[in-house]
């Protein structure tokens, strides 16, 4: 094995194998106009909800299958097609972009088209993964995502309780521990 400025090939191959099962949300363009607007595309205000996504998306991969799950084989490549269905365009897919403006507008008073910081992408997240277990979407989507015992927490005023997520993690049954997705929001660089 030829070692590179302290790297073997087998641990770089490694990372590109890691990195192509990741699920990636980038901008997109074309999509349906939004509800009252001309908008078809999220470029320049929907980086910060892209963002999310694409936690999420780790996040559920990690909490379905583990760390070390690849995208290498026939089922596997089923499996990541699965997930990412969950993140499509429209209204039917429970984490689509139009789904997380849905509930900023409607919690937050966000208009279509209006940048999201890291705070209000952490309560639309969270609140948008309640809503998917409250109406049973994804099982009808994605029948092989399972997200009954996985929760996002938010921290508050950049804050984390022991007691709060314990709480959130136990919530159901005091017995066995729910998954947690902690969310810890901070704006850096801002002076005011």
């Known amino acids: 094995m030829r070692q590179k400025a302290g790297r073997s090939d087998s641990s770089f191959s490694e990372f590109i194998k ?3 099962s990741r699920v990636w949300v980038t901008y997109r363009r074309g999509f349906t106009c939004l509800q009252g607007t001309t908008l078809t595309s999220d470029t320049g205000w929907g980086c910060m909800l892209r963002t999310g996504q694409m936690m999420l998306a780790t996040a559920l991969q990690v909490h379905c299958w583990n760390r070390g799950w690849r995208r290498n084989n ?31 507008k409607e ?3 966000k208009a279509y088209g209006e940048w999201y910081g890291p705070s209000t ?17 994804i099982q009808s ?17 950049c804050m984390l309780f022991k007691d709060d997520i314990i709480n959130a993690a136990t919530v159901k049954n005091k017995l066995t521990w729910t998954k947690v997705l902690v969310l810890i929001s901070v704006r850096m660089g801002l002076t005011s």
Request: charged share 20%.
């Open 107 to 109: 919690h937050l008073n």
């Open 18 to 20: 890691d990195f192509q």
């Open 74 to 104: 026939h089922h596997n490549q089923h499996q990541f097609r699965q997930l990412v269905k969950l993140f499509g365009e429209g209204m039917e897919f429970p984490f689509s972009l139009q789904q997380l403006l849905k509930i900023g």
């Open 121 to 137: 992408v952490a309560y639309v997240l969270r609140v948008c993964l309640d809503y998917a277990k409250e109406q049973s979407t």
């Open 141 to 157: 989507i994605s029948p092989e995502i399972n997200i009954n015992d996985f929760i996002i927490y938010t921290a508050t005023d």
